[in-house]
């Protein structure tokens, strides 16, 4: 039994488990691998070091959220008739999200402003959600502000307009 570290295009990053080397090389080729967050099927193989450079692109961030758990690491399994139970794992997530999401402001672009404010008391305190950079995000976490940082994934397209 092999296990390969896999991330997809927006680094999503799971495990997966696989008879061999070959194994999970034709199953990447067939594009039976896919990305339990996205659905991508364009996955790649990590090296097995745990931190890769990381992606300066827009992330989509929620703070003061209890959401500890939703981190970017999740188990993923292939080579059995999965796709039921992914599903549901997958809806189970976009749900929990979208809750998260819906109990929170959204203040687009000046996530980072706002977040300061609240922390720094010249806001009230609520949770907010917003786009800012994983610089911004990372500097935020510096100051003592719990932020919570995710890839933008198409799915939450809708509930972000
Ligand atoms: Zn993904």
């Not at 659905?39 to 959401?67: F, G, N, W, Y």
């Not at 949770?127 to 799915?155: C, F, H, Y």
Request: negative net charge; aromatic residues 4%; contains cysteine.
């Amino acid at each position: 039994m092999k296990v390969y570290n896999l991330a997809c295009p927006l680094d999503h990053r799971f495990e997966g488990w696989f008879a061999s080397e070959e194994d999970c090389l034709s199953q990447q080729d067939k594009g039976m691998l896919a990305c339990p967050v996205c659905d991508s099927t364009d996955i790649s193989r990590m090296p097995s070091a745990p931190h890769i450079a990381k992606s300066s692109s827009t992330e989509l961030t929620v703070s003061k959220t209890d959401a500890g758990s939703l981190s970017g690491n999740v188990v993923a399994l292939t080579g059995l008739d999965h796709s039921h139970l992914e599903a549901q794992v997958q809806a189970a997530f976009l749900k929990g999200m979208r809750e998260l999401m819906g109990r929170s402001e959204d203040v687009g672009n000046s996530f980072a402003e706002e977040a300061r404010k609240i922390h720094y008391k010249e806001s009230p305190e609520r949770s907010i959600r917003g786009q800012t950079t994983l610089d911004e995000a990372e500097a935020l976490r510096e100051e003592g502000i719990d932020v919570l940082a995710m890839p933008l994934m198409p799915a939450f397209k809708n509930t972000l307009q």
